[in-house]
């Protein structure tokens, strides 16, 4: 009876949990994050996927859990002892076996997952593990995500406005301040710095591909600290705001601006520049920094396949719809099953965490501080609010920016004036993001 | 080591910057021409669909109907179309 017993308490995931209470800390936090996604609404697309692949990822033996690559591609799997016979060296990428030093405790054995076909890897290492080292470990995924949001966007905006789009390079600053500081720290190696900074970036699917590239180890904290900054944006961009800008400064009114000093241009064929702009931006990207077309080119062409119209409207759909919504959901879990106990906890993501705070609001103080200094230049001044929009966060930024500015001057609607600062922003992240790559990939 | 690690981040953010700066330049330029190209050689507009939500629309001010879009485009979640905005 007690044999019957013992096994059945040996099956369920009880024993293991007890053993290490870390579980129960990833248990809390995939509960918080369920809650902030289900009730507070914040990012609830990304945040729900995400949150319950946490949850799924910490339950001893279901091998849901993403099992962390080392840097030569030797993935360690703890299996118990009377399992250790299954597996042979040079069958299915094993390519050690490790007998456990004392009895109960359980053995290892090592994959050379570089080596390992894709039903291997569903066999030996779950699902979740197919999941992720075909879709997102080969960078397959946030590209597909940047064509949905391409093919989301209205350069319209942007276009109208084209010179407000110089000040989505200066809300790059936060990037690459926290790289410094990051890298000063001691705490991070560059290339862990570099995955840490790009959170700045305010953009989900370009701080993913970039810390797949350079710091895969790093990927849950990352995304997660990055979608919660993007939801916190309504937070954030007031207080960095509230911190830089003068009340007169706010008042500025583009409107009354434009009216003083009128550019001139005027616009005979949007469709056709709106068709002709996402293939010259590609090109221009792809001559300069081409660790970024992946990106970029992606966001042009599913921008492109919108703005044509009803002759692409079909793949506009799938681009738009099936395909983005697929995506969403296998880079939500399986972003949230690499976050395992050893993955998360340690002090490296309380760097993250932080370093990812400072990235947001030094980008939202870059971008108002370029503001700042072009309205000290020129006669023409600039509400500081379109500065902080070049962070992107497309277009939560630009909408907070708007309930900003009227509630200074309830005439003074900025938004589409934001808008072309926050789309540009997006272009800046990615271009930012093949630079890290190309330096330290 | 830290020391290098430091040049390093700094050498990176001074490329960094620059390039970024240069090819958002590079694509405001670009976007200038575009506009003057496309005023000159295409400058009718083809489609002639929107003609008949023209007249409609036509005292609303281009950025109230943008921003209407953008409503429309985040509630339908993009699936939404205006057809036709009118002044009550």
């Given at each position: 009876m007690n044999s019957i017993l013992e096994n059945i308490y040996g099956m369920?995931?009880?024993?293991?949990?007890?053993?290490?209470?870390?579980?129960?800390?990833?248990?809390?936090?995939a509960f918080v994050l369920l809650y902030l996604g289900i009730k507070k609404e914040y990012e609830p697309l990304l945040l729900i996927p995400i949150a319950f692949g946490?949850?799924?990822?910490?339950?001893?033996?279901?091998?849901?859990g993403v099992n962390a690559v080392d840097g030569e591609g030797i993935v360690t799997l703890a299996v118990a002892a009377k399992d250790l016979a299954n597996f042979e060296i040079g069958h299915c990428g094993v390519v050690d076996i490790i007998q456990p030093a004392t009895d109960g405790a359980k053995g290892l054995v090592?994959?050379?997952?570089?080596?390992?076909?894709?039903?291997?890897?569903?066999?030996?290492?779950?699902?979740?593990?197919?999941?992720?080292?075909?879709?997102?470990?080969?960078?397959?995924?946030?590209?597909?995500?940047?064509?949905?949001?391409?093919?989301l966007t209205d350069?319209?905006?942007?276009?109208?406005?084209?010179?407000?789009?110089?000040?989505?390079?200066?809300?790059?600053?936060g990037i690459f301040a926290v790289l410094l500081i990051a890298a000063a720290s001691g705490q991070f190696t560059?290339?862990?710095?570099?995955?840490?900074?790009?959170?700045?970036?305010?953009?989900?699917p370009t701080a993913i591909f970039?810390?797949?590239?350079?710091?895969?180890?790093?990927?849950?904290?990352?995304?997660?600290a990055a979608y919660s900054y993007m939801a916190l944006v309504p937070v954030i961009i007031p207080l960095v705001v509230k911190l830089l800008c003068s009340e007169k400064e706010l008042k500025i009114n583009m409107k009354e601006q434009d009216k003083l000093y009128p550019s001139g241009t005027e616009f005979k064929n949007m469709r056709a520049l709106k068709i002709l702009f996402p293939i010259a931006v590609t090109v221009i990207v792809a001559i300069l920094v081409p660790s970024a077309v992946s990106l970029v080119g992606m966001l042009m062409f599913g921008n492109l396949i919108k703005e044509i119209g009803a002759n692409t409207s079909r793949i506009f759909d799938a681009a738009s719809n099936s395909i983005m919504n697929a995506a969403t959901i296998f880079l939500g879990l399986s972003v949230g099953a690499t976050m395992t106990v050893e993955a998360f906890l340690n002090l490296q993501t309380i760097g993250i965490v932080v370093g990812g705070f400072f990235a947001f609001g030094l980008s939202i103080a870059g971008g108002i501080c370029l503001v700042k200094i072009y309205n000290l230049i020129f006669k023409k001044k600039i509400n500081p609010l379109i500065g902080a929009t070049g962070l992107s966060a497309v277009p939560m930024a630009s909408r907070v920016a708007n309930d900003i500015a009227l509630k200074y001057d309830s005439r003074n609607h900025v938004l589409n004036y934001c808008m072309s600062s926050?789309?540009?922003?997006?272009?800046?992240?990615?271009?930012?993001?093949?630079?890290?790559?190309?330096?330290?990939? | 080591m830290e020391g290098t690690l430091i040049e390093q981040a700094f050498t990176l953010m001074l490329v960094g910057m620059i390039t970024v700066f240069a090819v958002l330049g590079l694509v405001i330029a670009m976007g200038n021409a575009l506009i003057r190209f496309v005023n000159k050689y295409v400058p009718e507009e083809e489609a002639?669909?929107?003609?008949?939500?023209?007249?409609?629309?036509?005292?609303?001010?281009?950025?109230?109907?943008?921003?209407?879009?953008?409503?429309?485009?985040?509630?339908?979640?993009?699936?939404?179309?205006?057809?036709?905005?009118?002044?009550?």
């Open positions: 369920t995931a009880i024993s293991d949990i007890v053993a290490n209470p870390g579980f129960i800390v990833m248990y809390l936090l946490v949850l799924i990822a910490n339950f001893p033996g279901g091998g849901m090592k994959f050379d997952i570089w080596n390992m076909t894709l039903p291997a890897i569903a066999h030996e290492l779950g699902l979740m593990n197919f999941i992720y080292y075909m879709l997102i470990k080969t960078g397959f995924i946030p590209p597909i995500i940047f064509m949905g949001v391409g093919a350069f319209g905006p942007m276009l109208r406005n084209l010179k407000l789009a110089i000040f989505g390079a200066g809300a790059q600053f560059m290339k862990e710095a570099a995955s840490l900074s790009i959170i700045g970036g305010a953009d989900g970039t810390t797949i590239k350079l710091a895969p180890h790093m990927l849950g904290p990352i995304a997660i926050n789309v540009s922003g997006v272009i800046g992240s990615a271009v930012a993001a093949g630079i890290l790559i190309s330096f330290l990939g | 002639p669909a929107p003609k008949a939500a023209a007249p409609a629309s036509a005292a609303i001010a281009p950025d109230v109907k943008s921003a209407i879009e953008l409503a429309v485009a985040k509630i339908t979640s993009n699936k939404g179309r205006i057809e036709k905005i009118e002044k009550i």
